[in-house]
């Protein structure tokens, strides 16, 4: 436990320079790579996910589209049951902000 604890530290450390600067994507850089060195952090890299094939097992879509990001985004555990995913985005307007940031990433 006490493992996983730095490593969520450091992770968190690690990427708070980007998170700075990352605009609506703030949130998910504590646990995502938005660069396009697309490194798998704690949840799968972001850049170039839009239009992409879910790398996340259990996802029902064939490609991450403004639906099915809304979806996720909204509650993950509706999508999937079992992900780890913690964080979702209730508020309409924000889910919409971050995928129009998602689109940006490629």
Known sequence: MKTILW???GVVLLAYPL???AGPLNACTSCHDITDAKR???GPPLFGVYGA???TAGVPY???DDASLDAWLKNPKAVVPTTKKMFSVPNDAKRQEVIAALKELK
């Open 53 to 55: 094939k879910p790398q």
């Open 7 to 9: 490593m969520v530290v």
């Open 62 to 64: 064939a490609k991450w």
């Open 40 to 42: 798998k952090v704690m």
């Open 19 to 21: 998170a700075v600067s």
